[in-house]
T-cell receptor, first 113, second 113 residues
Framework: DGGITQSPKYLFRKEGQNVTLSCEQNLNHDAMYWYRQDPGQGLRLIYYSQIVNDFQKGDIAEGYSVSREKKESFPLTVTSAQKNPTAFYLC????????????FGPGTRLLVL | GEDVEQSLFLSVREGDSSVINCTYTDSSSTYLYWYKQEPGAGLQLLTYIFSNMDMKQDQRLTVLLNKKDKHLSLRIADTQTGDSAIYFCASSSPGAAGNKLTFGGGTRVLVKP
């Protein structure tokens, strides 16, 4: 089956800890995206990557970092600098960054202990 | 910056039609999307419309676009209990680094039997 997978489904973070959220796609898409969703709000763009080994900051990149070493993988690290990390994180991909349709993974819910 | 607005909540009886409305500010929007999100899940692409169209029909879904007023609507005919979800409108705008999606805050649709 082609699609986007995210893991884990739930993640708990302790104070001062960095955590990494996984996103994998087997759609052969060039572009990948990370969004944050807070209750009752729309999605806000954290980072995006148009191609392997390249990524750009989105609207709310502070306290987050990403890498894009492989086409199919775009992991997101929530660092200790992110003071309010509790949210639902959604990964998406599109054929390229100029082909608008983005397809989403099932999401990871991050909770702070 | 770009803004996309939606009403927060819609209640509808099973079998009736639902109409979800959305307004956007960016006149350079190229595509407009409707996504559906069920509880605890990612976003599912429902349909989209290109900005030079004024209507698109896909089975029970009808999208109407008034580009002059920057108003988009999604009509769901014969609404079913499985249509209960949050519906997000999103606009796509061209930029130097590809297209960027701007999401509305979502409309929660509750279908009553």
């Amino acid at each position: 089956d082609g699609g986007i997978t995210q893991s884990p489904k739930y993640l708990f973070r302790k104070e001062g800890q960095n955590v990494t959220l996984s996103c994998e796609q087997n759609l052969n898409h060039d572009a990948m995206y990370w969004y944050r969703q807070d209750p009752g709000q729309g999605l806000r763009l954290i980072y995006y990557s148009q191609i392997v080994n390249d990524f750009q900051k989105g609207d709310i990149a502070e306290g987050y970092s990403v890498s894009r070493e492989k086409k199919e993988s775009f992991p997101l690290t929530v660092t200790s600098a992110q003071k309010n990390p509790t949210a639902f994180y959604l990964c998406a991909s599109s054929r390229d960054s100029f082909q608008e349709t983005q397809y989403f993974g099932p999401g990871t819910r991050l909770l702070v202990l | 910056g770009e803004d996309v607005e939606q009403s927060l909540f819609l209640s509808v009886r099973e079998g009736d039609s639902s109409v979800i409305n959305c307004t956007y500010t960016d006149s350079s929007s190229t595509y407009l999307y409707w996504y559906k999100q069920e509880p605890g899940a990612g976003l599912q692409l429902l349909t989209y419309i290109f900005s030079n169209m004024d209507m698109k029909q896909d089975q029970r879904l009808t999208v109407l676009l008034n580009k002059k007023d920057k108003h988009l609507s999604l009509r769901i005919a014969d609404t079913q209990t499985g249509d209960s979800a949050i519906y997000f409108c999103a606009s796509s705008s061209p930029g130097a680094a590809g297209n960027k999606l701007t999401f509305g805050g979502g409309t929660r649709v509750l279908v009553k039997p």
